[in-house]
């Protein structure tokens, strides 16, 4: 069992950075980051192996975001520069991809609860 927990949403202006953080208790494998805006479905934003060599990014958000993880602390991170108001979202953490594609959500074990992002303009 793997329990994550994210944070360091908040409200930022467009062109601002943001770090979001994911604690992590238990074993954790491959592991990504997805956002779900209000009225859409979760999409993919980036994910790390499990030895952090290979990432995978969104087209939407390669060359502004970065996904990184400390293992010797079991956490996750995403680092968000450049950002714009169509990045506003809940930013979820997910964990143990153990099936399908890295970029979709069914593939996950588990999942956090999910921080707040909001871009003003």
């Known amino acids: ?11 930022v ?4 950075s943001l770090r979001l953080s994911c604690a992590a208790s238990g ?3 491959t592991m990504g980051w997805f956002r779900q805006a209000p009225g859409k479905e979760r999409e ?7 030895s952090g060599v290979s990432t995978y990014y969104a087209n939407s958000v390669k060359g502004r ?8 602390k079991n956490t996750l991170y995403l680092q968000m520069n450049s950002l714009k108001p169509e990045d506003t979202a809940v930013y979820y953490c ?3 991809q153990y099936s399908g594609s890295v970029y979709s959500p069914s593939g996950y074990a588990y999942w956090g609860q999910g921080t707040q992002v909001t871009v003003s303009s």
Request: aromatic share 6%; no cysteine.
């Open 1 to 11: 069992q793997v329990q994550l927990v994210e944070s360091g949403g908040g409200l």
């Open 44 to 50: 993919f934003v980036a994910a790390i192996s499990m």
């Open 94 to 96: 997910a964990s143990n």
């Open 65 to 72: 975001f970065t996904i990184s993880r400390d293992n010797a």
């Open 27 to 29: 074993r954790t494998l």
């Open 13 to 16: 202006q467009a062109g601002g």
